[in-house]
Antibody, heavy 121, light 110 residues
Framework: QVQLVESGGGVVQPGRSLRLSCAAS????????MHWVRQAPGKGLEWVAV????????YYADSVKGRFTISRDNPKNTLYLQLNSLRAEDTAVYYC??????????????WGQGTLVTVSS | QSALTQPRSVSGSPGQSVTISCTGT?????????VSWYQQHPGKAPKLMIY???KRPSGVPDRFSGSKSGNTASLTISGLQADDEADYYC??????????FGGGTKLTVL
């Protein structure tokens, strides 16, 4: 079955960096696009970034553009999110999610359990 | 990339039906047939319930159904059960390879 396991979260000071990882198993990782979605404590879901199956295309929400970078290592079945210049408002649980197979407009289907990032001095 | 509008809360008794609305614009909900719905229990990851407006993934009961009219999508849950109590989020493709979520709706089963 599809499994997605995020790691790398923690407490970080404003302005610092963090790299999140998402280990995938149970499906052909190299053939699916992947999303990152976050959820601030007690708040709703916010789409963050998406990457195509081969890493050739990546797109971001305006709120993170220029600060966050999505990447993937297909031989390692792993998705990454590099978070730079972190702000207090980036505090959230970060989920990686597999894209539905239905095309470029495909939303997430399977989600990991998330990793908490807390930005605080 | 403004969030889609959902009611903060809805409620219903076991066995009844409830409908959750999700209002966007012609740039997202109204412009594409790529609306999905997610169920999230406290402390858990979201679970896909409906995709492409009205399609159900395998394993999701047919008590869950989706529809869309203009800029508003809807999720209907019939035959409410206690375990349906959760937060529900809509999501729409918003063009130029971006997606937008709704603010979420808390469903209470009375």
């Amino acid at each position: 079955q599809v499994q997605l396991v995020e790691s790398g979260g923690g407490v970080v000071q404003p302005g610092r960096s963090l790299r999140l990882s998402c280990a995938a198993s149970g499906f052909a990782f190299s053939t699916y696009g992947m999303h990152w979605v976050r959820q601030a404590p007690g708040k709703g879901l916010e789409w963050v970034a998406v990457m195509s199956f081969d890493g050739s295309n990546k797109y971001y929400a305006d709120s993170v553009k220029g600060r966050f970078t999505i990447s993937r290592d297909n031989p390692k079945n792993t998705l990454y999110l590099q978070l730079n210049s972190l702000r207090a408002e980036d505090t959230a649980v970060y989920y990686c999610a597999k894209k539905l197979p239905s095309g470029v407009e495909a939303a997430p289907d399977y989600w990991g359990q998330g990793t908490l990032v807390t930005v605080s001095s | 990339q403004s969030a889609l509008t959902q009611p903060r809360s809805v409620s219903g008794s076991p066995g009844q039906s409830v409908t959750i609305s999700c209002t966007g614009t012609s740039s997202d909900v109204g412009g594409y047939n790529y609306v999905s719905w997610y169920q999230q229990h406290p402390g858990k990851a979201p679970k896909l319930m409906i995709y492409d407006v009205s399609k159900r993934p395998s394993g999701v009961p047919d008590r869950f159904s989706g529809s869309k009219s203009g800029n508003t999508a809807s999720l209907t849950i019939s035959g409410l059960q206690a375990d349906d109590e959760a937060d529900y989020y809509c999501c729409s493709y918003a063009g130029r390879y971006t997606w937008v979520f709704g603010g979420g709706t808390k469903l209470t089963v009375l």
